[in-house]
Protein backbone atom coordinates (compact mmCIF):
# COMPACT_ATOMS: atom_id res chain seq x y z
CA UNK A 1 0.00 0.00 0.00
CA UNK A 2 0.97 3.19 -0.96
CA UNK A 3 -0.19 6.10 1.03
CA UNK A 4 -0.54 9.83 -0.36
CA UNK A 5 1.72 12.07 1.80
CA UNK A 6 -0.90 15.06 2.98
CA UNK A 7 -3.79 13.28 1.99
CA UNK A 8 -7.29 12.60 4.35
CA UNK A 9 -10.55 10.82 4.39
CA UNK A 10 -12.82 13.29 6.30
CA UNK A 11 -15.86 12.04 8.27
CA UNK A 12 -18.79 14.10 7.46
CA UNK A 13 -21.55 13.92 9.08
CA UNK A 14 -23.95 16.45 7.35
CA UNK A 15 -22.93 19.43 10.30
CA UNK A 16 -21.18 22.56 10.24
CA UNK A 17 -17.95 21.57 12.63
CA UNK A 18 -17.12 18.12 10.12
CA UNK A 19 -17.97 20.54 6.89
CA UNK A 20 -15.24 23.55 8.02
CA UNK A 21 -12.81 20.70 8.75
CA UNK A 22 -12.85 19.76 5.69
CA UNK A 23 -12.71 22.92 4.09
CA UNK A 24 -9.26 23.38 6.53
CA UNK A 25 -8.12 20.45 5.40
CA UNK A 26 -8.31 21.52 1.78
CA UNK A 27 -6.73 25.09 2.20
CA UNK A 28 -4.02 23.55 4.26
CA UNK A 29 -3.23 21.78 0.83
CA UNK A 30 -4.43 18.06 1.58
CA UNK A 31 -6.31 16.17 -1.00
CA UNK A 32 -9.55 15.61 0.53
CA UNK A 33 -12.28 12.72 0.39
CA UNK A 34 -15.37 13.11 2.40
CA UNK A 35 -17.51 10.02 3.66
CA UNK A 36 -20.58 9.68 5.79
CA UNK A 37 -21.37 6.41 7.71
CA UNK A 38 -25.10 5.51 7.55
CA UNK A 39 -25.59 3.67 10.47
CA UNK A 40 -29.11 3.10 10.17
CA UNK A 41 -32.17 3.61 8.07
CA UNK A 42 -34.99 6.20 9.92
CA UNK A 43 -37.26 4.27 8.96
CA UNK A 44 -35.84 0.55 10.45
CA UNK A 45 -35.90 2.63 14.16
CA UNK A 46 -39.60 3.98 13.01
CA UNK A 47 -38.63 7.70 12.74
CA UNK A 48 -39.46 10.19 9.80
CA UNK A 49 -36.39 10.81 7.14
CA UNK A 50 -35.87 14.28 8.66
CA UNK A 51 -36.16 13.65 12.14
CA UNK A 52 -32.70 13.15 13.78
CA UNK A 53 -28.42 13.56 13.04
CA UNK A 54 -27.11 10.76 10.88
CA UNK A 55 -30.37 10.97 8.58
CA UNK A 56 -30.88 10.99 4.94
CA UNK A 57 -31.20 14.65 5.81
CA UNK A 58 -27.87 14.62 7.02
CA UNK A 59 -26.61 12.81 4.04
CA UNK A 60 -27.52 15.41 1.47
CA UNK A 61 -25.96 17.93 3.30
CA UNK A 62 -22.86 16.14 3.58
CA UNK A 63 -23.13 15.23 -0.11
CA UNK A 64 -23.83 19.13 -1.25
CA UNK A 65 -20.91 20.68 0.80
CA UNK A 66 -18.84 17.80 -0.73
CA UNK A 67 -19.97 18.78 -3.57
CA UNK A 68 -19.53 22.74 -2.82
CA UNK A 69 -15.74 21.91 -2.04
CA UNK A 70 -15.14 20.08 -4.91
CA UNK A 71 -14.26 16.63 -3.06
CA UNK A 72 -15.32 13.42 -4.03
CA UNK A 73 -17.35 11.61 -1.48
CA UNK A 74 -19.02 8.21 -0.40
CA UNK A 75 -21.68 6.91 1.42
CA UNK A 76 -20.47 3.67 3.39
CA UNK A 77 -23.15 1.49 5.11
CA UNK A 78 -22.85 0.07 8.17
CA UNK A 79 -26.43 -0.55 9.36
CA UNK A 80 -26.28 -3.94 10.42
CA UNK A 81 -23.14 -3.95 12.62
CA UNK A 82 -24.96 -0.92 14.32
CA UNK A 83 -27.58 -2.85 15.26
CA UNK A 84 -26.01 -5.15 16.25
CA UNK A 85 -22.73 -3.36 18.16
CA UNK A 86 -24.33 -0.27 19.34
CA UNK A 87 -28.31 -0.16 19.29
CA UNK A 88 -28.18 -4.15 20.87
CA UNK A 89 -25.93 -3.47 23.21
CA UNK A 90 -27.54 -0.10 24.19
CA UNK A 91 -30.68 -1.71 25.15
CA UNK A 92 -28.63 -4.28 27.11
CA UNK A 93 -27.35 -2.16 29.32
CA UNK A 94 -30.25 -0.28 30.40
CA UNK A 95 -31.97 -4.02 31.30
CA UNK A 96 -28.70 -4.74 32.91
CA UNK A 97 -29.39 -1.77 35.46
CA UNK A 98 -27.17 0.57 33.85
CA UNK A 99 -27.06 3.49 31.78
CA UNK A 100 -25.21 3.45 28.38
CA UNK A 101 -23.30 6.16 26.08
CA UNK A 102 -23.86 5.08 22.58
CA UNK A 103 -22.09 7.93 21.07
CA UNK A 104 -18.89 6.28 22.81
CA UNK A 105 -19.51 2.95 21.92
CA UNK A 106 -19.84 3.70 18.46
CA UNK A 107 -16.83 5.84 18.41
CA UNK A 108 -14.79 2.93 20.61
CA UNK A 109 -16.68 -0.29 18.72
CA UNK A 110 -17.49 0.96 15.01
CA UNK A 111 -16.08 4.26 13.24
CA UNK A 112 -12.73 4.95 13.69
CA UNK A 113 -11.79 1.28 12.98
CA UNK A 114 -14.17 1.33 10.01
CA UNK A 115 -12.84 4.91 8.79
CA UNK A 116 -9.25 3.94 8.64
CA UNK A 117 -9.97 0.89 6.77
CA UNK A 118 -11.76 2.76 4.29
CA UNK A 119 -9.04 5.52 4.34
CA UNK A 120 -6.35 2.52 4.10
CA UNK A 121 -7.93 1.37 0.58
CA UNK A 122 -8.17 4.56 -0.63
CA UNK A 123 -4.49 5.38 0.00
CA UNK A 124 -5.10 8.21 2.15
CA UNK A 125 -2.58 9.22 5.11
CA UNK A 126 -5.12 10.74 8.05
CA UNK A 127 -9.00 10.44 9.02
CA UNK A 128 -10.19 13.56 10.41
CA UNK A 129 -13.29 14.71 12.00
CA UNK A 130 -15.04 17.64 13.39
CA UNK A 131 -14.19 16.87 17.18
CA UNK A 132 -13.20 20.01 19.08
CA UNK A 133 -10.31 18.05 20.94
CA UNK A 134 -6.60 18.33 20.15
CA UNK A 135 -3.50 16.07 19.45
CA UNK A 136 0.53 16.25 20.45
CA UNK A 137 2.94 14.41 20.19
CA UNK A 138 5.29 14.29 23.88
CA UNK A 139 8.73 15.06 22.58
CA UNK A 140 10.08 12.79 25.37
CA UNK A 141 7.62 9.81 25.31
CA UNK A 142 7.17 10.06 21.77
CA UNK A 143 3.52 8.79 22.40
CA UNK A 144 0.54 11.23 20.95
CA UNK A 145 -1.44 13.02 23.37
CA UNK A 146 -5.14 13.58 23.42
CA UNK A 147 -5.86 16.89 24.65
CA UNK A 148 -8.48 19.53 25.45
CA UNK A 149 -9.97 21.39 22.67
CA UNK A 150 -8.79 25.22 23.52
CA UNK A 151 -12.75 26.60 23.67
CA UNK A 152 -13.40 24.68 27.06
CA UNK A 153 -17.31 24.98 25.93
CA UNK A 154 -16.87 22.85 23.22
CA UNK A 155 -14.17 20.23 24.25
CA UNK A 156 -15.04 16.70 23.45
CA UNK A 157 -11.75 14.73 25.32
CA UNK A 158 -14.16 12.81 27.17
CA UNK A 159 -15.90 10.64 24.43
CA UNK A 160 -12.41 10.00 22.46
CA UNK A 161 -11.16 8.84 25.94
CA UNK A 162 -10.91 5.08 23.80
CA UNK A 163 -8.27 6.13 20.89
CA UNK A 164 -5.07 4.23 20.65
CA UNK A 165 -1.73 5.50 19.66
CA UNK A 166 -1.75 3.91 16.41
CA UNK A 167 -4.94 5.67 15.72
CA UNK A 168 -4.34 9.51 16.69
CA UNK A 169 -0.95 9.26 14.43
CA UNK A 170 -3.40 9.08 11.88
CA UNK A 171 -5.61 11.68 13.40
CA UNK A 172 -6.11 15.11 13.06
CA UNK A 173 -8.73 17.72 14.46
CA UNK A 174 -8.46 20.74 12.75
CA UNK A 175 -11.47 22.54 14.92
CA UNK A 176 -9.30 21.93 18.12
CA UNK A 177 -7.37 25.38 18.12
CA UNK A 178 -10.49 27.27 17.41
CA UNK A 179 -13.71 28.48 18.54
CA UNK A 180 -17.28 27.33 17.77
CA UNK A 181 -18.46 31.11 16.91
CA UNK A 182 -15.09 30.64 14.17
CA UNK A 183 -16.07 27.72 13.08
CA UNK A 184 -19.95 29.30 12.30
CA UNK A 185 -18.31 32.43 10.93
CA UNK A 186 -16.01 30.22 8.19
CA UNK A 187 -18.82 28.49 7.08
CA UNK A 188 -21.00 31.35 6.74
CA UNK A 189 -18.24 33.34 4.26
CA UNK A 190 -18.30 30.09 2.88
CA UNK A 191 -22.35 30.14 2.04
CA UNK A 192 -22.42 26.54 3.12
CA UNK A 193 -26.05 24.64 3.06
CA UNK A 194 -25.42 23.73 7.07
CA UNK A 195 -23.80 26.90 8.17
CA UNK A 196 -26.90 27.87 10.86
CA UNK A 197 -27.42 24.06 11.39
CA UNK A 198 -28.84 23.23 14.90
CA UNK A 199 -25.63 21.16 17.08
CA UNK A 200 -27.41 17.64 17.40
CA UNK A 201 -27.54 17.07 21.17
CA UNK A 202 -29.66 13.40 21.64
CA UNK A 203 -29.08 10.03 20.91
CA UNK A 204 -28.96 9.65 16.96
CA UNK A 205 -31.11 6.88 16.98
CA UNK A 206 -33.38 8.15 19.94
CA UNK A 207 -33.54 12.01 19.42
CA UNK A 208 -37.11 12.49 21.13
CA UNK A 209 -35.31 11.40 24.28
CA UNK A 210 -38.05 8.25 24.64
CA UNK A 211 -35.18 5.62 24.72
CA UNK A 212 -37.94 3.47 26.49
CA UNK A 213 -40.54 4.06 24.00
CA UNK A 214 -37.68 3.69 21.17
CA UNK A 215 -36.71 0.11 22.66
CA UNK A 216 -40.23 -1.04 23.03
CA UNK A 217 -40.77 -0.74 19.40
CA UNK A 218 -37.57 -2.13 18.97
CA UNK A 219 -37.70 -5.18 20.78
CA UNK A 220 -41.48 -5.31 21.49
CA UNK A 221 -41.51 -6.24 24.29
CA UNK A 222 -43.42 -3.80 26.98
CA UNK A 223 -41.13 -3.40 30.66
CA UNK A 224 -43.77 -4.29 33.65
CA UNK A 225 -44.58 -2.13 36.63
CA UNK A 226 -42.58 -3.06 39.75
CA UNK A 227 -42.50 -1.63 43.31
CA UNK A 228 -40.51 1.39 44.57
CA UNK A 229 -39.12 0.64 47.72
CA UNK A 230 -37.53 2.41 50.95
CA UNK A 231 -34.39 2.00 52.27
CA UNK A 232 -35.97 -0.30 54.94
CA UNK A 233 -38.03 -2.16 52.18
CA UNK A 234 -41.06 -0.55 52.62
CA UNK A 235 -43.30 -0.39 49.28
CA UNK A 236 -43.00 3.47 48.30
CA UNK A 237 -45.06 3.61 44.95
CA UNK A 238 -45.26 1.54 41.77
CA UNK A 239 -42.89 1.85 38.74
CA UNK A 240 -43.51 1.95 35.24
CA UNK A 241 -40.46 -0.72 34.38
CA UNK A 242 -37.30 -0.22 36.10
CA UNK A 243 -35.14 0.55 32.84
CA UNK A 244 -37.66 3.90 32.99
CA UNK A 245 -35.23 5.27 36.12
CA UNK A 246 -31.69 6.21 36.57
CA UNK A 247 -29.59 7.05 39.48
CA UNK A 248 -30.19 10.15 40.77
CA UNK A 249 -33.48 10.98 39.62
CA UNK A 250 -35.79 12.85 41.84
CA UNK A 251 -39.23 13.98 39.03
CA UNK A 252 -41.57 11.46 37.68
CA UNK A 253 -41.71 8.99 40.82
CA UNK A 254 -45.48 9.15 41.83
CA UNK A 255 -44.90 9.20 45.03
CA UNK A 256 -45.01 11.49 48.30
CA UNK A 257 -42.99 12.09 51.17
CA UNK A 258 -42.01 14.43 54.02
CA UNK A 259 -38.43 14.88 52.30
CA UNK A 260 -37.17 14.84 48.70
CA UNK A 261 -36.66 10.85 47.20
CA UNK A 262 -34.43 10.20 44.62
CA UNK A 263 -33.52 6.98 42.81
CA UNK A 264 -30.38 5.37 44.61
CA UNK A 265 -30.89 2.07 42.65
CA UNK A 266 -32.36 -1.07 41.35
CA UNK A 267 -32.43 -4.39 40.97
CA UNK A 268 -32.89 -5.94 37.28
CA UNK A 269 -33.98 -9.53 38.06
CA UNK A 270 -36.65 -8.69 41.37
CA UNK A 271 -37.95 -5.57 39.04
CA UNK A 272 -37.53 -3.31 41.86
CA UNK A 273 -36.23 0.21 41.64
CA UNK A 274 -34.83 1.75 45.20
CA UNK A 275 -35.45 5.14 46.79
CA UNK A 276 -33.58 7.58 49.53
CA UNK A 277 -32.23 10.56 50.56
CA UNK A 278 -30.24 12.71 48.37
CA UNK A 279 -26.94 11.97 50.51
CA UNK A 280 -27.46 8.29 49.22
CA UNK A 281 -26.58 8.97 46.03
CA UNK A 282 -22.78 9.88 47.10
CA UNK A 283 -20.26 7.81 46.32
CA UNK A 284 -16.51 7.80 46.51
CA UNK A 285 -14.94 4.82 44.71
CA UNK A 286 -15.87 3.24 41.72
CA UNK A 287 -14.46 0.18 39.52
CA UNK A 288 -13.68 0.57 35.74
CA UNK A 289 -12.52 -1.70 32.86
CA UNK A 290 -11.71 -1.66 29.17
CA UNK A 291 -9.25 1.09 30.71
CA UNK A 292 -7.70 2.99 27.53
CA UNK A 293 -3.92 4.58 28.42
CA UNK A 294 -3.12 7.26 26.04
CA UNK A 295 -0.53 9.25 27.55
CA UNK A 296 1.31 6.47 29.70
CA UNK A 297 1.58 2.38 29.75
CA UNK A 298 -0.75 1.09 32.53
CA UNK A 299 1.17 1.86 35.46
CA UNK A 300 2.25 -0.71 38.37
CA UNK A 301 1.59 1.62 41.24
CA UNK A 302 -1.64 4.11 42.05
CA UNK A 303 -1.26 7.38 40.42
CA UNK A 304 -3.03 10.63 40.91
CA UNK A 305 -5.13 12.85 38.56
CA UNK A 306 -8.51 14.41 37.78
CA UNK A 307 -11.64 12.19 36.96
CA UNK A 308 -15.01 12.70 35.92
CA UNK A 309 -17.97 10.19 34.83
CA UNK A 310 -19.73 12.72 33.00
CA UNK A 311 -19.48 14.54 29.56
CA UNK A 312 -19.76 17.91 31.26
CA UNK A 313 -18.77 17.27 34.93
CA UNK A 314 -16.36 18.94 36.59
CA UNK A 315 -13.23 17.25 37.20
CA UNK A 316 -12.37 16.44 40.90
CA UNK A 317 -9.10 14.71 42.15
CA UNK A 318 -9.15 11.00 42.80
CA UNK A 319 -6.56 7.79 43.03
CA UNK A 320 -6.61 5.58 40.80
CA UNK A 321 -5.30 1.77 41.84
CA UNK A 322 -4.80 -0.38 38.93
CA UNK A 323 -5.76 -3.99 38.51
CA UNK A 324 -3.76 -5.27 35.44
CA UNK A 325 -3.85 -3.47 32.35
CA UNK A 326 -7.54 -2.49 31.45
CA UNK A 327 -9.31 -2.61 35.08
CA UNK A 328 -9.23 0.14 37.86
CA UNK A 329 -10.31 0.94 41.31
CA UNK A 330 -10.64 4.74 41.43
CA UNK A 331 -11.15 6.61 44.87
CA UNK A 332 -12.04 10.11 44.55
CA UNK A 333 -11.20 12.20 47.16
CA UNK A 334 -14.77 13.59 48.03
CA UNK A 335 -18.11 11.34 47.55
CA UNK A 336 -19.23 12.58 43.81
CA UNK A 337 -22.92 12.55 43.03
CA UNK A 338 -24.80 9.84 40.95
CA UNK A 339 -22.24 7.85 39.84
CA UNK A 340 -23.79 4.95 37.04
CA UNK A 341 -22.71 1.96 35.89
CA UNK A 342 -22.17 1.89 32.28
CA UNK A 343 -21.35 5.36 32.25
CA UNK A 344 -17.54 6.26 30.89
CA UNK A 345 -14.80 7.44 33.12
CA UNK A 346 -12.17 9.44 32.12
CA UNK A 347 -9.19 10.63 33.88
CA UNK A 348 -6.86 13.80 33.32
CA UNK A 349 -3.71 15.10 33.93
CA UNK A 350 -4.93 18.82 33.40
CA UNK A 351 -5.73 19.26 30.04
CA UNK A 352 -4.04 15.70 28.40
CA UNK A 353 -6.64 12.73 28.83
CA UNK A 354 -4.73 9.86 30.63
CA UNK A 355 -7.32 7.20 29.84
CA UNK A 356 -10.39 6.05 30.96
CA UNK A 357 -12.84 3.09 30.67
CA UNK A 358 -16.35 2.08 31.23
CA UNK A 359 -17.88 2.02 35.30
CA UNK A 360 -18.59 -1.11 35.85
CA UNK A 361 -19.71 -0.83 40.09
CA UNK A 362 -20.14 1.60 42.25
CA UNK A 363 -19.43 1.42 46.07
CA UNK A 364 -22.50 1.66 48.78
CA UNK A 365 -22.80 5.38 50.10
CA UNK A 366 -20.53 7.15 50.66
CA UNK A 367 -22.06 10.18 52.56
CA UNK A 368 -19.92 12.90 54.07
CA UNK A 369 -17.34 12.28 55.71
Wanted: hydrophobic share 30%; proline share 4%; with cysteine.
Amino acid sequence: MSIEKKSALIAMSGGVDSSVAAYLMKDHGYRCMGTTMRLYRNSDIGLSEYHTCCSQKDIDDASEVAFQLDIPYEVLDFTLDFKEQIIQKFIRTYESGGVPNPCIDCNRYMKFDRLFAFADQNDLQYVVTGHYVRIQKDPESGRYLLKKALDPGKDQSYVLYMLTQKQLSRLQFPLGEIKKEETRKIAKDLKLCNADKHDSQDICFVPDGDYVGFMEQYTGKKYPDGPILDPSGKVLGIHHGAVRYTTGQRKGLGISAERPLYVTGKDMEKNEVFVGEESDLYSDTLYADEINWISMDPPAEPIRVKARTRYRQQEQWATVYPDGTDKIKLVFDEPQRAITMGQAVVMYDGDIVVGGGTITAVSEKGGER
